[in-house]
């Protein structure tokens, strides 16, 4: 019988093969010696065994190490990836409550929003006798009127007469303007600082004073001197007195030179009528205040830049939304109170707007309709309409949460969708069953997915850590070896299998980064 047994160790590539080649015994060899040669073979096969083990143990750590297998394996990839540590926590959505809307005036509640809807920008909150009250959006609440100037002054006339046409709420008034007729005799805007106090003429000994400047200065600026030749100072002249006659021609009165004492009015400047005393039909004196006109700068501050937002977005154009008030702010504003069925006098006044950063649903009828209310009464209970979400962040974890960091909701039908940190508490709370934690509230970034829930309990996923572009491999791939590390067993092809040392690093989600020499991206790894 011929025997050839060899076998191979490679210490610089570290692997381990085993060579045999039996024949059959031939006739002549006898039965002893036969059992005493497969007892050799035997004992060969368990050192060559014994010898696999050891040199596959030793070269774990740095090196692979091939071994046949006959046994189904399962297989997974390595790959290249980014991984994310995500903490869950409990959380509950529903929305958030606020201040009820209050009546802005005494009356009768005439109509309300009904329980259950939705008011968005634009909307009717309530009427309140039949006048209503409409949400815009902002963070300021409402504290003044808007209109075209924070100052205003009252205009007083020194006309008799019953009055037959009067400037009306809104209407811009300037040089030259009729303001009012009494007795069918026209009343008329100039500009000046020191009000008509006396009847202006020409006299034997020319009257002087700074009226006089004053009504020169106009009737020039209006075109009564075309030839240039008026001496415009604080003297009534001849010429004067023709000017004046030009003036009272084109108005179609008396043409007598004279401007008596409540012909005219004067303004600083051109202003906005903000309010009328007095109604056609009604009889005035001397010394009663007529209208109410805006005077000094413009009216400005954040209040007036929502406003003007809340039009824009409402597709009123022609405004700048600067929180200056100007022409093409008082324009939108006529045109909407116009589509809104409010008196379009170019202002706003306070309890007819209610600013509110969102839409916002109605939980609840106050004052139902036929009810009196007085300013300030509770008409409607109201919450956000949007989503939100709460949630308790433990103390440990205080540093895991800002405002404005991007988080994952887990609705209760397994449905994720995104949100927002709103807000996150400043101090903590204790918590029932112990410990501390810090309230943080969440927007949904798409409030519609979470329709129809309320007090509904979420999963909150918050990234706590992460890392990217690793090369990883399932956890349940690695091996722990006895003497301290881990290796994985890489599929080297043709069914035999490699022990291959690795570096375990960053966990997540059932997988752990490795690092290794001998371990590439595409390369297949035993899985239990």
């Known amino acids: 019988m011929t025997v050839h047994g060899r076998i191979t160790v490679d210490q610089e590539e570290s692997s381990l093969s085993v060579d045999e080649f039996v024949r059959e015994p031939s006739e002549d060899v ?10 050799w073979i035997v004992g060969l096969a368990v050192v060559v065994g014994v010898a696999a083990i050891a040199l596959a143990v030793l070269a774990a750590n740095d090196s692979a190490t091939p071994v046949e297998t006959t046994a189904a394996l399962s297989f997974e990839s390595v790959v290249q990836t980014d991984l994310v540590q995500v903490d869950s926590f409990d959380g509950t959505l529903g929305t958030e409550s606020g201040d009820p809307v209050n009546s802005p005036t005494s009356g009768t509640v005439t109509s309300t929003a009904a329980v259950g809807t939705t008011v968005e920008q634009g909307d009717v909150f309530l009427t309140v006798n039949n006048e209503p009250v409409l949400l815009f959006y902002g963070d300021l609440p409402a504290y003044r009127n ?28 300037s040089e030259g303007d009729v303001l009012y007729r009494a007795g069918g005799e026209p009343v008329v805007v100039m500009y000046g600082d020191v009000p008509a106090y006396r009847t202006l003429r020409d006299l034997d000994e020319n009257m002087t004073g700074d009226d006089v400047l004053q009504l020169e200065t106009a009737l020039v600026a209006l075109g009564y001197d075309p030839d240039g030749l008026a001496a415009v100072d604080t003297e009534f002249t001849d010429y004067t007195e023709t000017m004046v006659e030009r003036w009272q021609e084109d108005l179609g009165v008396e043409e007598d030179g004279i401007v008596q004492l409540g012909d005219i009015i004067f303004i600083p400047e051109e202003a906005e009528v903000l ?64 589509d809104v069925g409010l008196e379009a006098d170019g202002a706003v006044d306070l309890g007819e707007v209610v600013f509110l950063p969102s839409p916002v649903r109605v939980n609840d009828v106050l004052a139902s309709v036929g009810t009196s209310v007085n300013p300030g009464s509770p008409v409607l209970a109201i919450s956000s309409a949007d989503k939100s979400v709460t949630f308790d962040l433990p103390a440990a974890d205080q540093g895991l949460v800002a405002v404005g960091q991007d988080v994952n909701i887990e609705l209760p039908d397994g449905t994720d969708t995104p949100g927002t940190v709103t807000s996150v508490a400043s101090v903590a709370t204790a918590l029932q069953g112990g410990g501390a934690a810090f309230e943080v509230k969440i927007v949904l970034d798409d409030p519609a997915v979470a329709a129809g829930l309320d007090e509904a309990p979420v999963d909150v996923e918050v990234v706590a850590d992460s890392v990217s572009n690793v090369m990883a491999i ?23 299998i490699q022990l291959v040392a690795v570096d375990p690093g960053f966990y997540a989600d059932g997988m752990v980064e490795v690092t290794s020499d001998l371990l590439q991206v595409g390369d297949r790894v035993v899985v239990p």
């Not at 690695?478 to 890489?490: C, K, M």
């Open 474 to 496: 399932p956890v349940s791939a690695l091996v722990a070896l006895a003497e301290g590390g881990y290796a994985v067993e890489v599929d080297g092809g043709n069914g035999v």
């Open 146 to 173: 808007l209109t075209a100037t924070e100052d205003s002054l009252s205009l007083v006339g020194n006309a008799s007469g019953v009055v037959t046409e009067i400037a009306t709420v809104g209407q811009a008034i």
């Open 30 to 39: 006898p039965p002893a010696r036969r059992s005493r040669l497969w007892l």
């Open 275 to 338: 309010a009328v005393s007095v109604e056609v039909g009604q009889s005035v004196a001397p010394g009663q205040p007529i209208v109410t006109v805006s005077a000094g700068d413009p009216l400005q501050g954040d209040d007036v830049a929502q406003l003007e937002a809340a039009l824009a977005d409402l597709g009123y154009s022609g405004i700048t939304v600067d929180g200056v008030w100007d022409a093409g702010t008082k324009s939108a504003v006529l045109a909407w109170q116009e």
